[in-house]
């Protein structure tokens, strides 16, 4: 009898991470999101129909063996990975990127004249180039397409959450004074008003997204004690409706720091594993939710020793196998350096999905 592990895991797009707010819940009735149901499982008799598509099929099919997530509202992989695929020497890791969208991903009509390159950045390991979308001219909020490679231009993963179908009126029927005027609309003592730009907003829907064109505000209050508070905000340019809201202070003092790590094989098992942080994890102590930086490393604030929970899911991930998240919980020394592994409450395959 052969035994099949089931292992389904959730990306949670980049959107998210603003909602996380980074230090704790956060009830101020002010904030708003666009995002109906940030938790969704994905669909795995959809995503089974999207791996058997040509695009995938084609691209196994040149690659050998790979793993994919689909991003369900483009139909575009949103985390592929797997055995190195060798790119050779195209100069920089930047061209070396291009050169794999334009030559090995064109099955998934990738719109590569709308990406600009938003960051390349050198780690111990790995080169992570990063690109987002600009449609006429306008910055397509919370798109991404990053490509992963080895020092010895090796591509081992990436990703496509851009979009190839946006439509939208791009000429705003609201003028920035009134889409200001929404902005501020029932925040209270307002001391400053910022931005104006016009962004496309890809508001998910059924398996394709709700494209609204969108002014980009910052409005910035004090509450009664003298307290700041930045709300991003995120307007509708032709009904004037508040889409998004999001405070960018959050308030607390470091002192006690965690790092959080798992044993993990990054290049899908073509590498010996290795220890790494697991970016963007998230805990809970006492009600309040934290979440890892990029590197898997918190610091907060709490008074006395406390129970931190941790799961693996993150702003961007969740992991499930049958439909059982990986969870644990250590004891959190205050003013202290605490290190926490996965190593013993996760198995290698759901730390590799995640990482």
């Not at 598509?53 to 483009?74: S, Y």
């Not at 910052?218 to 340019?237: C, F, Q, R, S, W």
Request: charged share 20%; hydrophobic share 35%.
């Amino acid at each position: 009898m052969r035994t099949c592990l089931t292992l389904v895991f959730l990306f949670l797009f980049s959107f998210s991470g603003f909602a996380g707010n980074h230090v704790h819940h956060n009830d101020d009735p002010l904030l708003k999101t666009f995002i109906e149901n940030n938790q969704r499982i994905p669909d795995e008799v959809y995503q089974a129909e999207l791996r058997n598509q040509p695009a995938w099929q084609n691209f196994m099919q040149n690659h050998g063996t790979w793993f994919v997530t689909f991003n369900e509202e483009n139909a575009k992989p949103h985390r592929a990975y797997g055995k190195p695929i060798a790119m050779g020497n195209n100069g920089n890791e930047v061209n070396t990127a291009i050169d794999f969208i334009n030559n090995h991903l064109k099955d998934f009509n990738v719109p590569v004249k709308e990406l600009q390159l938003m960051s390349s950045i050198e780690g111990t390991k790995y080169h992570f180039v990063h690109f987002n979308q600009y449609h006429k001219n306008l910055e397509v909020l919370f798109t991404r397409s990053t490509i992963k490679l080895t020092f010895n231009n090796e591509v081992v993963m990436y990703s496509l959450d851009v979009y190839d179908d946006i439509d939208v009126n791009i000429v705003p029927s609201l003028n920035l004074v009134a889409a200001q005027a929404s902005a501020s609309s029932g925040v209270a003592n307002v001391t400053a008003i910022e931005k104006g730009d016009l962004k496309i907003l890809p508001i998910p829907s059924y398996r394709s997204n709700d494209y609204r064109l969108v002014y980009e505000i910052m409005v910035k209050n004090e509450d009664a004690h003298g307290i700041p508070a930045h709300y991003y905000t995120l307007v509708d340019a032709h009904t004037g409706d508040v889409l998004y809201r999001h405070n960018e202070v959050a308030h607390c003092s470091g002192g006690t720091d965690i790092t959080c790590s798992g044993t993990v094989l990054e290049d899908g098992f073509f590498n010996p594993a290795s220890v790494q942080g697991l970016p963007y994890l998230k805990m809970v102590e006492n009600g309040n939710t934290h979440f890892a930086d990029d590197a898997g490393d918190f610091n907060i604030s709490i008074t006395g020793n406390v129970n931190g929970n941790f799961t693996l899911e993150g702003m961007y991930c969740e992991v499930f196998t049958s439909n059982v998240m990986p969870s644990m919980s250590q004891t959190i020394m205050n003013g202290q350096q605490n290190n926490v592994s996965f190593d013993n409450d996760a198995t290698d395959r759901e730390l590799n999905a995640y990482r």
